[in-house]
């Protein structure tokens, strides 16, 4: 059975870095049949995919244009988890964010972390 | 970007009436890639649905998903205590990587 376990701060001062991370159990973090995604949640803004890493022969990363430029998405192959940087925070990335695996082929999200409620404030 | 609009907002029905949730593209989705997920409040979602019809482990018969190109709908048969929640569709492999409908909330009437 696979887990998702996440921690991090939730709280984060303006114009600073939000860093979060995810555990995985039951699960590598190089696997070979799902990848690794960031989701958030808010009023204004409902779901929003962020961006995943996966891993097929090599190490690749996709990212929403909405947080192009901002976001980092790293694999820890030593403790099999995967972190979510975003830079230069707002109040407006006051959010929900979830972990959630992918599934390749269909995509399915069939796995979710417990979410952390990050707010954006000084 | 893929926008998928949900519809109706709100659905306020008693427990053992059959709910439909429609669920609209503004362009075609693979039904391959068009999955539903269910949420309660504190809770992340939980997938229901996958490929458009299929359930996910442990989803009871009492859901099923159909629908293809840009219209897909949701169908609880009979609904019990514990279906009333927020649904949500997402398509996946359209920039966005994913999209997510804004939510229909299933209340009890």
Request: charged share 15%; glycine share 14%.
């Given at each position: 059975q696979i887990q998702l376990q996440q921690s991090g701060p939730g709280l984060v001062k303006p114009s600073q870095t939000l860093s979060l991370t995810c555990a995985i159990s039951g699960d590598s973090v190089p696997s070979n049949s799902g990848a690794w995604n960031w989701i958030r949640q808010s009023p204004s803004r409902g779901l929003e995919w962020l961006g995943r890493t996966y891993y097929k022969s090599k190490w690749y990363n996709d990212y929403a244009v909405s947080v192009k430029g901002r976001i980092t998405i790293n694999p820890d192959t030593s403790k099999n988890q995967f972190s979510l940087q975003l830079n230069s925070v707002t109040p407006e990335d006051t959010a929900v964010y979830y972990c959630a695996r992918g599934s390749f082929g269909s995509g399915m999200l069939g796995y979710w972390g417990q979410g952390t409620l990050v707010t954006v404030s000084s | 970007e893929i926008v998928l609009?949900?519809?109706?907002?709100?659905?306020?029905?008693?427990?053992?009436?059959?709910?439909t949730l429609s669920c609209r593209a503004s362009q075609s989705v693979s039904s391959s890639n068009l999955a539903w997920y269910q949420q309660k409040p504190g809770q992340a979602p939980r997938l229901l649905m996958y490929g458009a019809s299929s359930r996910a482990t442990g989803i009871p018969d009492r859901f099923s998903g159909s629908g293809s190109g840009t219209d897909f709908t949701l169908t609880i048969s009979r609904l019990e205590p514990e279906d009333f929640a927020v649904y949500f569709c997402q398509q996946y492999a359209g920039s966005p990587m994913y999209t997510f409908g804004q939510g229909t909330k299933l209340e009890i009437k």
């Open positions: - | 609009t949900q519809s109706p907002g709100t659905l306020s029905l008693s427990p053992g009436e059959r709910a």
